[in-house]
């Protein structure tokens, strides 16, 4: 009996298996699925499906000596390939700027992972650290629901959560072979650690199989399968699909002006978003821009729009997109990781897309939502060491950015004038970089929209032959 259990553990988890058809195609290859959510229970849609059951998981709150080996162990990582740009800034920007016990404590990890950083020291701080927890109350709980529930397979849909790793120690224990789904197309080459070791993974493309096999040589290659990523299916699916007339009118939009968007990150690598914003809107308002245009802000889903009071208040004009996104709990150590989309949202989001005629973002992974609709990019950077500003232009360093930037798929703007140049510039050529986006999204999403959820059930159901 083919028995898959499914992990959940934040909205964008949510968001990309549960929103999209994933459970309906896993419901066609296994004959009983159980969703163990980091998720309130209450969030779920009625499945009314006998094969289908959800658990909602007890928080796991990390104790002190787990997170010392957590630490070790994620640091390390970082130290071990801080060759590559995005390591080396997560390096520096975790780096502790002040003296307290707990401060000191982590230069010490600093110091000592500068020359223990091999592989075996990694899986060294890993098997500390889940030995640490293995008798909590909760790992416990996790072994006992296993062992009554006995899922064939386990798939993790996030490779990251630290507060997850209990769950992963409670798998291995019972002996049930796990998978995990890599979450994003940053997380390989800038971020730190997996919670644990998996015994499959699926990735968005070969770029990704090859980072995943590079930074975790442990890896085999034939337990890496390539499917795509549930995150754009929305964008193939009918039920998201609305007129561009629909559009226009919930948002109150001229359909004969351009529409520029600017799509905001969170405030923790966003704080050049207003300054951006205001640019855009002030050479709308001086008829910089050559044609009419107006200015579409969707703003981060991991926030509320609080911080852009100011700027709302001075340019009334422009047209907001607050994701509509639902915070399902309160008090998580990862409150952000709590919120669940609408599917208003998902429609709003795919309508944006298909109907903008120009995205604007900080490097952001939008710019890859854009250009599946063909869409031109615009990446904003205004900040470095000597303006100032909040530095995002160290972003054009990191590796899995640098790619987008080398493969000329979008154009760059490093202050307010070459802004308001590059927006004439695309504007008057929207088709200019069309290959060279195509070219990108070939390389960053390796299989088709359409079918991905099919593809991800099937592979997983493969697991099992």
Same mark, same amino acid.
Not at 1 to 6: A, Q, R, V, Y
Not at 146 to 160: A, I
């Given at each position: 009996?083919?028995?898959?259990?499914?992990?959940?553990?934040?909205?964008?988890?949510?968001?990309?298996?549960?929103?999209?058809?994933?459970?309906?195609?896993?419901?066609?290859?296994?004959?009983?699925?159980?969703?163990?959510?980091?998720?309130?229970?209450?969030?779920?849609?009625?499945?009314?499906?006998?094969?289908?059951?959800?658990?909602?998981?007890?928080?796991?709150k990390?104790?002190?000596?787990?997170?010392?080996?957590?630490?070790?162990?994620?640091?390390a990582?970082?130290?071990?390939?801080?060759?590559f740009?995005?390591m &080396?800034?997560? #390096? +520096?920007?975790? /780096? $502790?700027?002040?003296? =307290?016990?707990?401060?000191?404590? *982590?230069?010490?990890?600093? %110091?000592?992972?500068?020359f223990?950083?091999?592989?075996s020291?990694?899986?060294?701080?890993?098997?500390?650290?889940?030995?640490?927890?293995?008798?909590?109350?909760?790992?416990?709980e996790?072994?006992?629901?296993?062992?009554?529930?006995?899922?064939?397979h386990?798939?993790?849909?996030?490779?990251?959560?630290?507060?997850?790793?209990?769950?992963?120690?409670?798998?291995?224990?019972?002996?049930?072979?796990?998978?995990?789904?890599?979450?994003?197309?940053?997380?390989?080459?800038?971020?730190?650690?997996?919670?644990?070791?998996?015994?499959?993974?699926?990735?968005?493309?070969?770029?990704? &199989?090859?980072? #995943? +096999?590079?930074? /975790? $040589?442990?890896?085999k =290659?034939?337990?890496?399968?390539? *499917?795509?990523?549930?995150? %754009?299916?929305?964008?193939?699916?009918?039920?998201?699909?609305?007129?561009?007339?629909?559009?226009?009118?919930?948002?109150?939009?001229?359909?004969?002006?351009?529409?520029?968007?600017?799509?905001?990150?969170?405030?923790?690598?966003?704080?050049?978003d207003?300054?951006?914003?205001?640019?855009?809107a002030?050479?709308?308002?001086?008829?910089?821009?050559?044609?009419?245009?107006?200015?579409?802000?969707?703003?981060?889903?991991?926030?509320?729009?609080?911080?852009?009071?100011?700027?709302?208040d001075?340019?009334?004009?422009i047209?907001?997109?607050?994701?509509?996104?639902?915070?399902?709990?309160?008090?998580?150590?990862?409150?952000?990781?709590?919120?669940?989309? =609408?599917?208003?949202?998902?429609?709003d989001?795919?309508?944006?897309?298909e109907?903008?005629?120009?995205?604007?973002?900080?490097?952001?992974?939008?710019?890859?939502?854009?250009?599946?609709?063909?869409?031109?990019?615009?990446?904003?950077?205004?900040g470095?060491?000597?303006?100032?500003?909040?530095?995002?232009?160290?972003?054009?360093?990191?590796?899995?950015?640098?790619?987008?930037?080398?493969?000329?798929?979008?154009?760059?703007?490093?202050?307010?004038?070459?802004?308001i140049?590059?927006?004439?510039?695309?504007?008057?050529?929207?088709?200019?970089r069309k290959?060279?986006?195509?070219?990108?999204?070939?390389?960053?999403?390796?299989?088709?929209?359409?079918?991905?959820?099919?593809?991800?059930?099937?592979?997983?159901?493969?697991?099992?032959?």
């Amino acid at each position: 009996m083919k028995k898959l259990g499914i992990v959940i553990t934040d909205g964008v988890g949510f968001r990309n298996f549960i929103m999209s058809d994933f459970i309906a195609e896993a419901k066609d290859q296994f004959d009983e699925i159980i969703i163990y959510s980091g998720l309130p229970e209450s969030c779920y849609p009625k499945f009314n499906n006998p094969k289908l059951e959800i658990k909602e998981l007890t928080v796991f709150k990390e104790g002190k000596t787990t997170w010392v080996f957590r630490k070790w162990k994620e640091i390390a990582h970082l130290q071990k390939y801080k060759s590559f740009y995005g390591m &080396k800034d997560n #390096l +520096l920007v975790g /780096y $502790p700027k002040t003296n =307290s016990l707990r401060s000191l404590f *982590v230069k010490s990890i600093y %110091f000592f992972t500068q020359f223990i950083n091999s592989n075996s020291s990694i899986l060294l701080a890993e098997k500390l650290q889940f030995l640490s927890f293995s008798k909590n109350k909760i790992t416990k709980e996790y072994v006992e629901i296993l062992k009554k529930d006995q899922p064939s397979h386990l798939f993790f849909t996030h490779q990251r959560p630290p507060y997850l790793a209990p769950f992963l120690y409670a798998a291995i224990q019972s002996k049930i072979p796990t998978s995990t789904f890599i979450f994003s197309w940053d997380n390989l080459a800038s971020k730190g650690r997996m919670l644990g070791r998996f015994d499959h993974f699926l990735v968005w493309s070969k770029l990704m &199989k090859e980072e #995943l +096999l590079y930074f /975790y $040589p442990n890896v085999k =290659s034939e337990n890496v399968k390539v *499917v795509g990523t549930p995150q %754009f299916e929305p964008y193939v699916l009918d039920k998201y699909k609305t007129t561009k007339e629909n559009f226009i009118a919930k948002f109150g939009l001229n359909c004969d002006k351009k529409i520029i968007c600017y799509s905001c990150a969170d405030v923790s690598i966003g704080p050049n978003d207003p300054i951006v914003i205001k640019a855009i809107a002030e050479a709308i308002r001086n008829n910089e821009i050559e044609f009419p245009s107006q200015l579409l802000v969707r703003t981060s889903p991991a926030e509320d729009d609080r911080r852009f009071k100011a700027i709302r208040d001075e340019f009334p004009e422009i047209i907001w997109n607050v994701p509509k996104w639902i915070l399902t709990r309160e008090n998580h150590q990862e409150s952000w990781s709590q919120r669940i989309p =609408s599917q208003e949202d998902i429609v709003d989001l795919r309508s944006l897309l298909e109907n903008s005629d120009l995205s604007v973002n900080m490097c952001s992974t939008m710019s890859l939502d854009f250009m599946l609709f063909d869409k031109p990019v615009i990446n904003t950077v205004f900040g470095n060491p000597q303006n100032g500003l909040y530095d995002d232009q160290r972003f054009l360093n990191y590796n899995h950015y640098k790619k987008v930037i080398d493969g000329n798929a979008v154009l760059i703007a490093k202050d307010k004038k070459q802004l308001i140049e590059q927006i004439n510039q695309t504007l008057n050529n929207p088709s200019e970089r069309k290959k060279d986006r195509e070219a990108m999204i070939d390389l960053q999403i390796g299989q088709n929209l359409e079918g991905t959820s099919a593809r991800i059930a099937s592979t997983l159901a493969a697991f099992h032959d």
